[in-house]
């Protein structure tokens, strides 16, 4: 099985690279997606996808890679925390200098940044996806919204 093959039955899939690029020659997509049951293991099994297409895929940087599979797990966790959802979706796009993380749930309800208060273990997820992504924002869908981030790629990973 080439690694195509193998990328698209991880979940992996080839949805918006441009016809006749480099990448798309090289058998990488630009875009995958993922639907999870909204449960607490699919965040292990997120931030698994997450590492094997950024690291495995798109060779990018371990800082960066780490990073965001962070705000992937906090974001996943919020949708299975908070909204009652049965199933959630993960794409992760990228386009020259840049990926961009969605997590798409069923509720309309808005997600809010709160302040951290002493030594509280939880509601941490924003706070962390605003102090470390370049950009972040929710848009509302017609069925519920997309929760997403967005960082800058300064790198490929070396060796």
Do not use: Y
């Not at 949805?15 to 997606?33: F, Y």
């Not at 049951?37 to 590492?51: F, H, I, K, Q, V």
């Not at 925390?81 to 794409?91: C, I, P, V």
């Not at 605003?130 to 990973?157: H, N, Q, S, Y």
Request: proline fraction near 6%; glycine fraction near 10%; include cysteine.
């Amino acid at each position: 099985m080439g690694a195509t093959a193998g990328a698209r039955a991880r979940g992996i899939t080839d949805i918006d690279e441009p016809a006749g690029s480099a990448a798309r020659s090289a058998g990488v997509p630009a875009s995958a997606e993922l639907r999870l049951p909204a449960r607490p293991e699919s965040a292990a099994t997120a931030r698994a996808w997450t590492r094997e297409l950024l690291q495995q895929h798109w060779l990018l940087p371990p800082r960066l890679t780490d990073d965001a599979v962070l705000l992937v797990s906090e974001l996943t966790g919020n949708v299975i925390q908070h909204t009652g959802a049965e199933f959630l979706g993960l794409r992760i796009r990228r386009r020259r200098g840049w990926i961009r993380a969605e997590v798409r749930d069923p509720s309309r309800a808005l997600p809010c940044l709160l302040p951290i208060r002493g030594l509280e273990t939880s509601g941490h997820g924003l706070f962390l996806v605003d102090a470390i992504a370049d950009r972040w924002g929710v848009d509302l869908l017609p069925r519920g919204k997309c929760t997403w981030f967005e960082m800058r790629v300064t790198g490929r990973r070396t060796g």
